[in-house]
């Protein structure tokens, strides 16, 4: 806002110098005429040394140097000039001068302020000299510091409602930052899991179901798995084609292996994300087929559609029932649907039983689904659809508090000048109007219309249109009337009091509205006054310069407010919320990726201890599937993978789903697991639950016959247990553990007994057991 408001005072006080000094240069005498261009040439100079300073900018003292000598000069060709027209000249120079200069200087407070009182000076000195018999006319310097005033307590007003925009938005930001970053967790959580069910956990729990199984597909597999888990998730930019992609999709290896029939119609470009969403959905469809299709064979197609593409997959398998499936498997839900949803597409799966499947995926080029530049978008999060509405409200905050701002401060300018100036003029000329009542009537209702659009705008209220258009009919019915009851001669003088005052209530009507409606308005008060001075007789070109300074210096200032207001509405503001709203999604994304970074370390923390030596082992021959331990362990890991899958699932019953999870991993690899739930659920943390779980997804993963599973609620606890009649435990018969998870707030208390080859485990938590005490 600063740099806008240094330009328009630089431009207004320039303009205003060359026009006013061309008019005193009509009214100087043709023997003072050199002299009076020797001094006003120099001023107009510094001006335009001072306009080429906006574009390269000069040093702070050469600037306040150049201003100060427009205003010394300026004042010195009062006595050269003489007369009423050099008075007028000189006040309405070093008057709009030093309003501009509270806005050029609007940062440096002091230097404005000393260049008013240079002002003022200059003026005094040039009235001594020009009348040296007369003692200075104090009005004008009044008149004077009432402007640097006003000008001063419109900037800070305006400057307030800025900086209010600008929290106001901040917090907005904040609020909307917050959000994104977490919706882009999410999704890069979703994709995270995703890839983990369809590599690691398919591949440990392939190899915790098998016995004398041809393994040599293993090794490369767990290498790639090992790939795929280690990778940050959500950084794939650029674009792809997705004919190649669908090229390599692995057809499955030994017993679970597909052959495809692929009629692909490339090349199929299209953005990273959405690319590797289809090629890994289609991974794991053709994976599904090799493990619950019962047949070897299907058929895979891809077109181009209109701006996206669309790919195909058909089996004539069994086929199933999509809605059967529990939500606990992932393979649909996640590893194909979820994915495409992620991306901004949609991915569908048609089957019946004994009718085979048909799985289809479509996806269409949209501005929110790719992200443009050289900038880092995650991986199935999209740029949020609302990105412009968003820049939008931000340039509506802003514009919003602007134009408060500007109506309080143009309000402010309107009350004063009318009570301070306006009306001292009124009360010492009540004896030249005709009649005296028509110009006190008129006084009162300029001041009805300002008190009525305040109280509006005090209220937080806009002034309703119907308000406005009775009011400007009001202030311009002033004008007329001010005008044709004041004797011509004494038109823009000191007894008209409201030329200078109507256009303030006009431009308080009219902030909302663009510059020429009120350069219309302008035009009419303007033309009303000067049909009211040729009514009377033609005047002379004195006195035509004389009122055509007035002009200039009241309704010729008010007018160039008016523009100012229109810049910062139209101009500023909307590029200023554009602005933030790039800063602002620049941070977002910095925020996005640092927090996935983090994430990315945490999840593969979690895995280094547990799964990644499975893979390593796995993937170079170290570990060998026929060994019973490694595929116990392998089921192990299965177990907490599946539970992890479940910890996103939105049910009632949170940790009796992760527990149902564990369940079905047991089951499929040939256990018998009942499981029983006692008492009514209650709210349990996440991070409790992880270690309730844990233990009995342990066990359940070692279990290869027979367990039992129970859960039991009381008003202040949770118990889980677990008991293995076969499970390959490490321990010695006859041992009792007990083990109280000290080291994280969970505060879960475990015990494990072990009685012959069966195995006993129970995790309790309570609100109010302190760490370490047995909930058994």
Request: with cysteine.
């Amino acid at each position: 806002m600063n740099p806008a408001l240094e330009r328009f005072g630089v431009w207004l006080r320039s303009t205003v110098v060359c026009l006013c000094g061309a008019l005193g240069v009509v009214l100087a005498d043709a023997p003072e005429l050199p002299l009076v261009v020797s001094l006003l040439a120099p001023a107009v100079l510094a001006c335009g040394v001072r306009l080429y300073s906006l574009r390269r900018p000069l040093p702070v003292a050469l600037l306040w140097t150049l201003d100060a000598a427009v205003v010394v000069l300026t004042g010195l060709s009062q006595p050269v000039i003489g007369g009423e027209g050099a008075d007028v000249m000189v006040e309405a120079i070093v008057g709009i001068s030093i309003i501009a200069f509270q806005f050029e200087w609007a940062t440096r407070p002091v230097a404005g302020a000393a260049l008013a009182v240079l002002g003022a000076a200059v003026c005094a000195l040039g009235d001594i000299l020009s009348s040296p018999t007369h003692s200075p006319a104090l009005i004008p310097l009044v008149r004077i510091f009432v402007q640097v005033g006003l000008s001063r307590a419109a900037y800070l007003l305006v400057r307030a409602r800025a900086r209010a925009a600008d929290r106001a938005a901040a917090a907005r930001a904040a609020a909307l930052r917050e959000a994104e970053v977490a919706a882009a967790r999410r999704a890069t959580e979703r994709e995270y899991l995703a890839t983990l069910h369809d590599t690691a956990s398919a591949t440990l729990l392939m190899v915790s179901q098998g016995a004398g199984r041809d393994w040599s597909w293993l090794p490369p597999r767990a290498r790639q798995d090992l790939e795929a888990v280690s990778a940050v998730p959500g950084f794939e930019t650029g674009s792809v084609d997705l004919a190649a992609l669908l090229d390599c999709v692995p057809e499955g290896e030994g017993q679970a292996s597909v052959r495809l029939k692929t009629h692909i119609d490339g090349p199929l470009a299209m953005p990273s994300g959405p690319g590797l969403a289809i090629f890994n959905g289609v991974r794991e469809a053709v994976a599904n087929v090799g493990r619950h299709a019962g047949v070897r064979e299907a058929e895979l197609r891809a077109w181009a559609e209109g701006d996206g593409a669309v790919v195909e997959l058909s089996d004539a398998g069994r086929g199933f029932d999509p809605e059967s499936v529990p939500a606990r498997r992932r393979g649909i839900s996640g590893s194909i649907i979820g994915r495409m949803h992620a991306v901004g597409g949609s991915a569908t799966v048609t089957s019946q039983p004994g009718t085979g499947t048909h799985v289809q995926w479509r996806w269409h080029a949209q501005a929110r689904t790719s992200q443009k530049g050289d900038g880092v978008q995650a991986a199935g999060v999209p740029r949020s659809p609302g990105a412009q509405a968003r820049h939008t409200a931000v340039v509506r905050l802003i514009r919003g508090q602007l134009l408060y701002g500007t109506q309080l401060a143009v309000l402010l300018i309107s009350l004063v000048w009318q009570f301070t100036m306006s009306l001292p003029q009124l009360t010492a000329h009540q004896g030249e109007y005709r009649p005296a009542w028509a110009q006190t009537a008129a006084f009162a209702c300029l001041a009805a219309v300002a008190v009525t659009g305040g109280a509006c705008l005090l209220r937080g209220r806009r002034i309703p249109p119907r308000m406005r258009s009775w009011s400007l009919g009001a202030v311009l019915a002033v004008s007329a009337v001010c005008a044709f009851t004041l004797p011509p001669e004494l038109s823009t003088s000191a007894a008209d009091w409201a030329f200078a005052a109507v256009g303030w209530h006009a431009l308080f009507l009219l902030a909302d509205q663009r510059v020429r409606v009120y350069a219309a308005f302008l035009a009419a008060h303007v033309g009303l006054t000067a049909t009211a001075v040729f009514v009377a007789g033609a005047p002379t070109a004195a006195e035509s310069a004389v009122m055509g300074i007035s002009a200039i210096s009241n309704c010729g200032f008010q007018l160039s407010v008016g523009v100012l207001m229109t810049h910062l509405l139209h101009g500023t503001a909307p590029a200023a919320g554009i602005a933030a709203a790039r800063e602002e999604e620049l941070r977002t994304r910095e925020r996005i990726h640092e927090d996935m970074q983090r994430d990315h370390k945490e999840r593969y923390r979690a895995l280094t201890a547990t799964t990644v030596p499975l893979l390593v082992g796995l993937g170079h021959g170290v570990l060998s599937p026929h060994d019973e331990e490694v595929r116990l362990r392998c089921g192990v890991e299965a177990a907490r993978m599946r539970r992890l899958f479940a910890e996103t699932d939105a049910v009632s019953d949170p940790l009796l789903n992760e527990l149902r999870a564990c369940v079905e991993v047991a089951e499929r690899q040939g256990a018998t697991v009942s499981l029983a739930v006692r008492g009514r659920p209650g709210e349990v943390p996440v991070e409790v639950r992880r270690e309730l779980v844990d233990p009995v997804a342990v066990i359940l993963g070692r279990t290869r016959s027979t367990a039992r599973v129970t859960v039991v609620w009381t008003v202040r606890a949770v118990r889980v247990s677990v008991v293995s009649e076969d499970c390959a435990e490490e321990r010695g018969a006859g041992e009792t553990v007990q083990m109280h998870n000290c080291a994280t707030d969970a505060e879960v208390a475990v015990v494990r007994t072990t009685r012959g080859g069966s195995v006993w485990v129970e995790a309790g938590w309570s609100r109010t057991a302190p760490c370490g005490v047995d909930l058994t």
